[in-house]
Nanobody
């Protein structure tokens, strides 16, 4: 079972990036998927989550209105569209799958990708 995150990079303040997380080894079409991020010297924090069919999405307050999580179950892939990026969005972004309980707690997730670095310059 593998989650492969991609799409990170260097962008200026106000720019956009689209992260992708492709799953392989099993289907994740029936489980909640999440994105987390970790900035240097900080704990991993919840960014967004989406339920199994995309009917429900959840965001941390700091990204509401700027980030959009979506999924394509046919492709076994989840996305994070990030607009109006700010320097404080700089972090390594991780995708995760199948939380056993509370979707915004990292410890609840069973599967993790390797992370992709997003750097927003001021």
């Amino acid at each position: 079972v593998q989650l492969q995150a991609s799409g990170g990079g260097l962008v200026q303040t106000g720019g956009s990036l689209r992260l992708s997380c492709a799953a392989s080894g099993r289907t994740f079409s029936g489980v909640t998927m999440g994105w987390f991020r970790q900035a240097p010297g900080k704990e991993r924090e919840f960014v967004a989550a989406i339920n199994w069919n995309g009917g429900s999405t959840y965001y941390t307050d700091s990204v509401k209105g700027r980030f959009t999580i979506s999924r394509d179950n046919a492709k076994n892939t989840v996305y994070l569209q990030m607009n109006s990026l700010k320097p404080e969005d700089t972090a390594v972004y991780f995708c995760a799958a199948d939380p056993g309980g509370i979707y915004y707690l990292p410890d609840e997730y069973d599967y993790w990708g390797q992370g992709t670095l997003v750097t927003v310059s001021s």
